[in-house]
């Protein structure tokens, strides 16, 4: 049994036997969605400090920036020494994207649907409503889904309750 990331199933979903999407930074599906504009402007102004910062080569300041913006007011200061330690060991792929002038590749509504597998969409019940709107889309796009929102979490589902999570993926699994 095969098990993908969202652009490899994008690419190839006849080999896709099921999905599991937390999530994902999938904001080409917000193309064309009402009142999306303001939201990615916001998202956008909401990480600019943690950009500055990490271009400056401060990223002692930048990465708990980056990740209070992404997992919502105090995400940082609510992870593990493990996960700050992983953040600050993943620096280089955050650098990366925020100098880039490459634009990430694109996931359209259009290409969901051609994935027919059953996918699990997930939110984390404090998750910045960014990602709520991509889920949402992605609930209109993916034809055979599911969807589940698990509490006391934000963005990092996976790391803030992982038991709540496993059990709730491998319910899904056991189905598909």
Request: overall charge positive; aromatic content about 8%.
């Amino acid at each position: 049994m095969r098990r993908c990331s969202l652009f490899f199933a994008a690419v190839r979903p006849e080999m896709v036997v099921s999905l599991t999407l937390n999530e994902p930074p999938a904001t080409g599906i917000l193309a064309g969605v009402p009142g999306v504009a303001d939201m990615l402007k916001e998202w956008g102004n909401a990480q600019a400090p943690a950009r500055e910062a990490v271009k400056a080569g401060d990223v002692k300041t930048g990465i708990p920036l980056f990740v209070n913006a992404v997992g919502g007011p105090g995400a940082y200061e609510r992870r593990s020494n493990a996960d700050q330690k992983m953040n600050f060991d993943n620096v280089a792929s955050f650098q990366a994207d925020a100098t880039t002038k490459r634009p990430r590749p694109v996931f359209t509504c259009e290409m969901a649907k051609s994935i027919s597998a059953p996918a699990l969409l997930s939110n984390g019940e404090r998750s910045p409503k960014f990602f709520y709107r991509i889920v949402d889309q992605l609930e209109t796009c993916l034809p055979n889904r599911e969807r589940i929102i698990i509490a006391g979490s934000s963005h990092t589902v996976p790391a803030e309750a992982p038991d709540a999570y496993d059990q709730a993926v491998l319910t899904f699994m056991s189905k598909h």
